[in-house]
């Protein structure tokens, strides 16, 4: 059965489709981003899956990917971001057994994701909570399972400890901030942006460090904690901030390092780390095997799904584009005025 561009035709297991997809046409800039058709999509085999994108939000490493400063694992198209996406299950491979056609799903990707039509293994994939439109849904897996993963099963938060989270108004910042004010833990964000502070008290954060050079951050974080420092930091940001949180940290605490947009390079006291006895995490979601990323899906699912379903914890939607605004998109989430995720409807069925 031939399908029209953009609609699935699937008769006797034959899947044929032409579908729109992000794609980034040179590796340069964002002005390189276009919608364009593809109609290779491959059958779902085995353990495989294949979902139908309602919507699929932006990450910092699509615009790394756009300028060809981030590519895939290898199996995964360079052209097509995506690590993120919220969909309904149309067909699944011959070995799955416990998710149906017409499922609302959504999951993490190494690739592909801003697509009409992606193939996700199964263990990657999870139940949408009946609350949650897709839009909401997309905002979820890659902030929620980043921060959950960073925060709880590498940082060893617990109840009573004080965290430190800095860009706490980004997408995996409020994840982080509700997961842990979910548990009674005292919040500290940094931003260099006041309003995302104030705004970020909304979600419960307890003490808010504007950002204006960087020795505010240790000297904001002693003063809020009498001293003692912070448990558990969670480094959005890298470059210069690093040092500070090793100042920031109380003996025995835990510094998980998640991005870099401040930097890759740091000059640290090492003295510093041997008398917290500090332990720093460096961390990536995007290379680990598929078993890795399904054993933080599988934790964040235990932890962190049930909240969701009952609205303790909320998605972090900023603002929703089109598909056909793709470059727009991309050009706010670069601005950094965004306040929590960014997402693009690859449907009007949201
Ligand atoms: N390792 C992983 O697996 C993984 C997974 C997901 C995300 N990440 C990383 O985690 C970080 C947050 O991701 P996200 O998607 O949540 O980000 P986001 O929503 O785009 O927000 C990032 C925020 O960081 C702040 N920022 C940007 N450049 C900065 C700089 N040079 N110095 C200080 N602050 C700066 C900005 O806020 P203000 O300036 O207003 O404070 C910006 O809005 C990114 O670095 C991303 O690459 C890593």
Redesign the pocket.
Known sequence: MEGEPGKLAIEKNVVIIGMKTVYINAFSSIDNLEVREVDDLPKPQGTNVLVRVHAAA????DL?QVRGLYPPPSGYSPNIPG?EFAGEVVEIGDEVTDIKPGTRVFGIAAGEGQAEYIVSHASLLVEIPERLSFVEAACVP??FI?AH??IVSQGRLTAGDTLLI??????????ALQIAKSWDVFVIG????ED?LERACEFGLDVGIV?RDVTDISAGVLEATQGLGANVILD????D?FPEDLKSLAILGRVVL??????RTAEIDLGTVLQKRARVF?????PRSIAEKAAATDAFARDVLPLLADGRVRPNL?RTFPLTDVREAYSY?AS???????VLELSTDN
């Open positions: 932006l990450n910092r490493a790394l690590l890659e902030a980043t993963d960073a800095h860009a706490v108004g980004s997408g995996v910042g409020l994840a940094t931003s260099r942006t995302k950002v959005l940001v890298g470059g901030y998640v991005g870099l947009t401040a930097g460096g961390t990536v979601l995007r900023d989430l950094n005025k965004s306040f929590g995720k960014v």
